[in-house]
């Protein structure tokens, strides 16, 4: 495991190939981190997970925990559960319920968890940062016990707007732009994130579950609930495009550091305008593995 300083912020490395993971994990980002965590919350009105796990649960799994909030607030909403979170790096708190674990480790490598043995799997905005999803979805399904949950979540890199107001030519749809045009050079693109059904249903699931939801950037709804999430998505992109611009800009498309921040700059500034009616589409994947034929009788 290791660190490198680039930009003005920490950026985690791979475990096995020494190929640098694309977001850094500094306190901002961390926060940053934290806020999307409340703006699901909100979305999913206060649950923590789409899928229709009961309170009986007992192993859990958080891949890509980041902070470990989500980690964190599952152990106090299942307190009978063990919860186990991984990340690349260990930026978790070290005061936490006892029923919480954290690892380091890279969740594109192979999987060392003992084959069914979760009853629930939670991935979520692991987009950009996974090549091979139907790797990790496969392994996913591999430790899942039968009849237990995988539950997915993941936005679509891009904003969009249904009356016209993101305009093309903006420096918020060309910051965007951008960061995907980045991501495929680099092999991590985000695309993927309107797609996993077919990972999920390779992997072995019977079934996929798939819903797509709209977030707003900014406060322009008229929706309390939408403006409540619009607010605290604006203050997560504050430092969201620092993050994603300087790193995706700088190292991958060979932007200067002077344009990079000219760019970003546009960017945030737009993203605060009432004018822009902005927003992104999250999509959450929920399936269940299948029982065992001797479980059925």
């Known amino acids: 495991m290791g660190e490198d300083h680039e930009s003005g912020a920490w950026y985690p490395m791979r475990l096995t190939s020494r190929r640098k993971y694309l977001m850094p994990n500094d306190e901002p980002e961390q926060e940053r981190l934290d806020l999307l965590h409340h703006i699901y919350l909100l979305l999913l ?18 891949i890509g925990t980041g902070t470990g909030i989500w980690a964190i607030d599952a152990a106090e909403t299942y307190p009978s559960s063990q919860v186990i979170g991984t990340d690349l790096s260990p930026i978790q708190p070290s005061w936490v319920p006892p029923n919480v674990s954290f690892q380091i480790d890279d969740a594109e490598s192979d999987w060392t968890f003992a084959r069914d043995s ?29 009849g237990g ?19 093309v030519e903006s420096n918020l749809f060309r910051y965007y732009d951008l960061v995907n045009q980045a991501a495929d050079k680099s092999g991590q693109e985000f695309k993927v994130a309107a797609s996993l059904d077919k990972f999920i249903l390779d992997a072995g699931f019977d079934k996929v579950n798939h819903e797509e939801m709209k977030i ?15 607010a605290f998505t604006l203050l997560a992109v504050e430092h969201g495009y620092e993050s994603f611009g300087m790193a995706f800009f700088t190292r991958i498309l060979g932007m200067e550091v002077l344009e990079a921040k000219e760019l970003i700059a546009g960017a945030k500034k737009e993203s605060r305008s009432k004018k822009i009616h902005s927003y992104a589409t999250h999509h959450l994947y929920y399936a269940q593995k299948p029982f065992k034929k001797s479980d059925l009788k």
């Open 118 to 146: 979760f009853d629930l799997i939670h991935i979520r905005n692991l987009n950009g940062g996974i090549k091979d999803w139907g790797k990790l979805i496969k392994q996913s399904f591999d430790a899942l016990k039968p």
């Open 216 to 230: 707003s950037l900014g406060t322009w709804a008229a929706d309390k609930k939408q403006k409540d999430m619009g």
């Open 149 to 167: 949950w995988l539950d997915v979540t993941e936005y679509e890199m891009r904003l969009k707007s249904d009356d016209g107001t993101l305009r």
């Open 45 to 62: 009105d206060g649950k923590l997970a789409r899928a229709p796990i009961g309170d009986d649960i007992q192993r859990i799994l958080d």
